[in-house]
């Protein structure tokens, strides 16, 4: 297959190199699909040559600041073709052949990149590089050589930013995935470089494929003089580049650090020869000479001060490319942002329903149909903001949080997964995480909430979560291979039937309540002159109104049962009601003898886990406790369905009685996470000052006793 | 990529474990001796009992006897050194990508790390491959040696020159040539005290995949009889430098707390396995 190319002309800030470069393009014997110019100008000339010169090649206007101001992502997202070529202005195409050396390369599928030589004009501008063409140093340094000229086509670790090509589809996804800016065209180029090695595509090197390039010409490029601030922000560059594509623990940024402190010696033995009396030659060196040596010595703290200030650079904006998962499984790139509900679009919540289905812990009230329809109804859900992990066009974790106050002996504010909303209408918090990738997801999550970016504060709280499931272990997990400590702030246990245990209720109950029970069903079927029975209506719509009106008739109803609700709620409950009937996705319980309905039940139903939601009984048969009798009828239908593996009836442990009638219980916790540093610091010192306060009091209350 | 070999027969030390630590990774085996067991220095060399131990481990036919005059007694030793080697070099070149050239002491602790870096080297355009050797001194006890450390007992590499040319490679002097070298350290760093700190290293191997070179580790009198025929004759025959070495065989402890206060020969004490060969 024949790949087509766009041509895309970066660093177009003087007509005359702009001009150069357009007029070498235009013997190529293969033309590209399109050839766009991205101005970096601040006048109108080189739009003004493009448009009179060159009518068929298109302007794009370089923002100063912000992602599009990357020309690397302009570019890329301003083309069409299978493969982008990026061209500095001032490079000069030689041959006609160039762009068709430069594309014969992606022939092997494995290559993602392909670059090729950049000759400078004069020898003497050739670079005096370390050796090796294009590669990436265990001690974090790069080596350049793009002049010279292997012979036969070869892998680097990066591209020459004058002269280098990407396979359209795969730079658009790592720009899209990760902060493209990186202060220089020639940063931008390594890290996008350094994001298609870790993803295990190929850049090759072909030197057939060369240009011509004047860095000389019109600014002040390849100048040769070098001063301290340059080789501050060299620096202070490098080190953000590195920690932003490789994460702070790879041992790469530490390396970086000891070679550039060790470099400095360098300083010290050029300051000590030239402050010599000779020089090698014999001539005598002026006083003044030596003295002026000593300048070089301010070349040390510009180079020092340079890696802190690479370090807050990196801070501020740490975005990792992909990087390694805590389970080491290879190097993806994921995405992750955080939105309000309201920003979600009907494309983001299909993503979402396909995520719940995947879900390793299912949770029907992190389903878009429980909390998109809250999110229209009420104002309630305002403060959610939905954390969100992707993988190209796929979601790999959910979490909301808000932002809350302060509770008791932490000073922070943090943020919770059950906020205003939640707090009161989810019986579970647990995040949704893709099963099949949970290490992974759970990483990113945690590293998004580490960066300022997540505009959460440092501490989070995640709620109601159960403690042996697999995603408290993921999450867990991650904490622990990122450093963020996690601590419990309370646990729980609360009812669940699992029924791949084989006990069902009332298998489980002591003889005297199983004799309790069967007394009460007898008495229940004397008392309503007929046998009962135990209905499920599936998903139901009138099923659910009889429901509605059996609760708002009995206490539950006058405590606010849904039918006496003000109008935004109801209208909620019945619009998410109404998704999850339609998609059959809840089981609804009838206990009727005859005519006479006395106990209903709504479950949820999300993965192979029934949730119960809400259930209601016949206050006229109040005596002969309908409730307990249609709670163990309900657990022992639902472990007919074959859809149905496990009950969580998510009933509060305050409610002794009704938690008994369920076989299992399983704990929920309450995790601390402190994400960024004051949250770290915090709950570092968290368990001490408690443990201060507390002999404080104790000896209070000694004293008070005393 | 297709890797040949060539190794100069002289010394019998090690020399199975150093020709069975790749025999099974290379195609041919170029075996270059002179046809007279004279050495470039003109002192007799056991050339026959090398070839022995050779056709006893050549279970595949692999090794190709190619005799030569080599003990050019008008030129220096080195000269004919790196002339013995060029012509060795050219003819396993003939029908190879890459061509090793390990000395018979020379042992490799990790072959497939070792063949591994040789394809990084032929990606990335190298036309020859430094390969870290650790530097044995001496043996003080039964898997205890002196190796050649850094002032302050570090882990010190050692280049003799590239262990692996890309075929047609002209050699400069033994095995330096100035072809585009690909070099594999022990550290981010160069860790060879010999070069500046400023030499660029492409790729970290852990110290235990370095290629051992049991450079001294002779009896006594095996180690005189190489001093005489090795190309540095001239400087390892001044009598100093045997009496040094017997010296820090008997004395290892002091050898090495003395490091500091000397200029160079820095040494630490490791265990290495015990080779199944050797002289002791």
Same mark, same amino acid.
């Given at each position: 297959m024949t790949l087509t190319a766009s041509i895309v002309v970066v660093g177009a800030n003087d007509p005359g190199r702009l001009r150069d470069t357009l007029s070498s393009l235009e013997t190529l014997a293969t033309p590209p699909v399109e050839t766009l110019v991205i101005d970096a100008s601040t006048g109108s000339e080189c739009a003004r040559l493009t448009a009179e010169e060159f009518p068929r090649v298109a302007v794009v206007n370089q923002p100063r600041l912000g992602t599009a101001s990357s020309p690397l992502w302009l570019g890329c997202s301003r083309s069409t073709a299978d493969v982008v070529v990026f061209l500095e202005a001032g490079s000069v195409v030689q041959e006609s052949s160039w762009l068709d050396e430069l594309l014969a390369p992606y022939a092997d599928t494995r290559v993602s990149g392909v670059g090729g030589r950049v000759v400078p004009q004069t020898r003497e501008d050739r670079e005096q590089d370390t050796p090796g063409i294009g590669m990436f140093l265990p001690n974090g340094a790069f080596t350049k050589?793009?002049?010279?000229?292997?012979g036969r086509l070869i892998e680097v670790d990066h591209l020459p930013a004058s002269n280098m090509s990407f396979r359209r589809g795969i730079l658009s996804a790592l720009l899209n995935a990760s902060e493209p800016n990186h202060g220089t065209l020639d940063n931008d180029a390594v890290a996008a470089c350094l994001a298609v090695r870790r993803t295990g595509g190929a850049l090759v090197f072909q030197p057939s494929a060369s240009v011509h390039y004047d860095p000389t010409h019109g600014d002040n490029r390849g100048q040769r003089l070098v001063d301290q601030r340059t080789v501050y922000r060299r620096r202070r560059d490098h080190l953000a580049l590195l920690v932003r594509s490789f994460g702070w623990r790879n041992p790469v940024v530490l390396n970086y650090i000891r070679t550039t402190t060790r470099d400095q010696g360098t300083y010290l033995w050029l300051t000590a020869s030239h402050m010599r009396?000779?020089?090698?030659?014999g001539e005598r060196r002026s006083l003044a000479t030596r003295l002026r040596a000593?300048?070089?010595?301010?070349g040390i703290p510009a180079e020092l001060i340079g890696l802190p200030a690479g370090a807050v650079k990196a801070a501020s904006s740490t975005r990792r490319i992909g990087g390694a998962s805590p389970d080491g499984e290879g190097h993806r790139e994921l995405r992750a942002r955080s939105v309000v509900l309201s920003e979600i679009t009907v494309n983001d919540e299909q993503k979402w329903q396909a995520l719940c289905k995947v879900a390793l812990e299912p949770n029907p009230f992190l389903d878009p149909r429980f909390l998109m329809s809250a999110a229209r109804c009420l104002p309630t859900t305002t403060d959610i903001r939905l954390v969100i992990v992707e993988d190209g066009d796929q979601w790999l974790a959910v979490m909301p949080l808000s932002v809350v106050g302060r509770f008791a002996g932490m000073p922070l504010r943090y943020a919770s997964t059950a906020g205003e909303f939640l707090g009161k209408r989810a019986s579970l918090c647990t995040p949704l995480i893709d099963a099949q990738k949970p290490d992974v997801a759970a990483s990113a999550l945690l590293r998004h909430l580490a960066s300022r970016r997540s505009r959460l504060p440092g501490l989070i709280e995640i709620t109601l979560l159960p403690d042996d499931g697999p995603v408290a272990v993921a999450l867990r997990r991650a904490g622990i291979a990122l450093r963020i400590p996690v601590q419990e702030r309370s646990r729980f246990a609360r009812a669940y039937t699992d029924f791949s245990s084989g006990?069902?209720?009332?298998?489980?109950?002591s003889t005297k309540r199983k004799k309790q029970f069967d007394r009460k069903r007898r008495g229940l079927e004397r008392e309503l002159g007929a046998p009962i029975e135990f209905i499920s209506h599936e998903s139901s719509a009138s099923a659910l109104t009889s429901l509605l009106i059996l609760e708002a008739a009995g206490w539950k109803g006058s405590r606010g049962g849904i039918l006496n609700k003000k109008g935004p709620e109801k209208e909620w409950f019945l619009t998410y009601m109404d998704q999850f009937i339609q998609d059959g996705d809840c089981r609804i319980f009838e206990l009727r003898s005859g005519e006479t309905t006395a106990y209903m039940s709504l479950s949820l139903i999300s993965g192979n886990t029934a949730f119960g939601t809400i259930d209601a009984y016949n206050e006229d048969f109040r005596r002969l406790s309908p409730g307990m009798i249609g709670r163990v009828l309900e657990q022992q239908a639902l472990g007919t369905d074959p859809l149905v593996k496990a009950f969580d009836p998510c009933t509060h442990p305050k409610y002794a009685d009704a938690t008994a009638l369920y076989p299992d219980s399983r704990e929920m916790v309450s995790l601390l996470l402190g994400t960024r540093f004051t949250g770290r610091i915090a709950l570092r010192a968290r368990p001490f000052l408690r443990a201060l306060l507390r002999r404080n009091d104790e000896q209070d209350s000694r004293a008070d006793h005393e | 990529m297709r890797i040949t070999a060539y190794v100069l027969v002289a010394d019998p030390n090690y020399l199975r474990e150093s020709l069975l630590s790749y025999y099974d990774h290379v195609d041919r085996i170029v075996l270059s001796y002179d046809e007279n067991a004279t050495s470039w220095t003109g002192t007799p060399i056991p050339v026959a009992e090398c070839l022995a131990v050779i056709d006893d481990l050549d279970v595949d036919g692999k090794c190709e006897r190619m005799p030569g005059?080599?003990? /050019?007694?008008?030129?220096h030793p080195l000269e004919n050194e790196t002339y013995q080697r060029q012509l060795a070099l050219d003819e396993a070149g003939k029908d190879a990508d890459w061509v090793l050239q390990l000395d018979t002491d020379e042992v490799m602790l990790d072959p497939p790390q070792f063949f591994r870096s040789l394809e990084r080297a032929e990606a990335t355009g190298a036309s020859a491959m430094d390969y870290p050797s650790r530097w044995l001194y001496t043996q003080v006890s039964a898997g205890r040696y002196l190796e050649a450390s850094t002032r302050f007992w570090g882990l010190a590499a050692s280049y003799p020159g590239a262990l692996a040319v890309r075929k047609a490679t002209q050699l400069r002097l033994c095995r330096q040539t100035d072809a585009a070298l690909y070099r594999v350290d022990m550290r981010p760093w160069n860790t060879d005290p010999a070069h500046s700190h400023e030499t660029v290293v492409h790729e970290v191997i852990p110290a235990e995949s370095a290629v051992l070179h049991?450079?001294?580790? /002779?009896?006594h009198d095996t180690i005189r009889k190489k001093f005489g025929w090795s190309g540095h004759a001239e400087d390892y025959t001044q009598p100093v430098n045997y009496l040094r070495w017997a010296h820090r065989q008997r004395h290892p402890i002091r050898t090495i707390l003395t490091n500091p206060l000397r200029r160079r020969d820095w040494y630490r004490l490791v265990s290495v396995d015990e080779p199944t060969g050797g002289t002791r």
């Open positions: 050589n793009f002049s010279e000229d292997p009396s000779h020089k090698l030659t000593l300048w070089m010595l301010t006990v069902t209720s009332p298998d489980h109950f | 005059h080599f003990a /050019r007694l008008e030129h049991y450079s001294w580790v /002779r009896d």
